[in-house]
């Protein structure tokens, strides 16, 4: 994984912007990082009501480029709050796409006892 360390001054001290390639280089996966290791993709910051449709943006026919510009306008509009040290969504967000892409995470969870 390729990370963008020089934003990480940008974002937060604990965060770092992760830029890697997807799909045999088609697209491009954009994710915040933090320290400890846990993961959060751009997209899921976005409100579900508003997830399928793409920002408007002129097209530079690289669609990896267009991945990455497209990243940088949901981050702008809806990853506000993070980029200024908002810990608590950051956490949200990276336990909510921990539940959805992790099944070991999700039995843990399954076989919890509620006190």
């Known amino acids: 994984m390729k990370d963008c ?12 912007l992760s830029i890697r390639g997807e799909n045999w280089g ?5 994710r915040l990082v933090h320290a400890d290791g846990r993961e959060a993709p751009v997209w899921w910051f976005v409100p579900l009501s508003e997830r ?4 408007l943006f002129d ?3 690289f669609s990896q480029l267009d991945d990455i510009r497209i990243a ?8 506000r709050d ?22 070991q995470y999700r039995q843990s969870l ?6």
């Open 5 to 16: 360390r020089g934003l990480t001054d940008l974002i937060a001290a604990e965060l770092t």
């Open 72 to 79: 940088a306008l949901t981050m702008s509009r809806h990853c």
């Open 52 to 55: 399928k449709n793409r920002p």
């Open 110 to 115: 399954q076989k919890r006892k509620l006190p």
């Open 59 to 61: 097209s530079t026919g």
């Open 82 to 103: 993070v980029l200024a040290g908002d810990a608590a969504k950051f956490a949200a967000v990276a336990n909510e796409w921990r539940r959805a892409t992790d099944p």
């Open 26 to 30: 088609m697209h491009a996966g954009v």
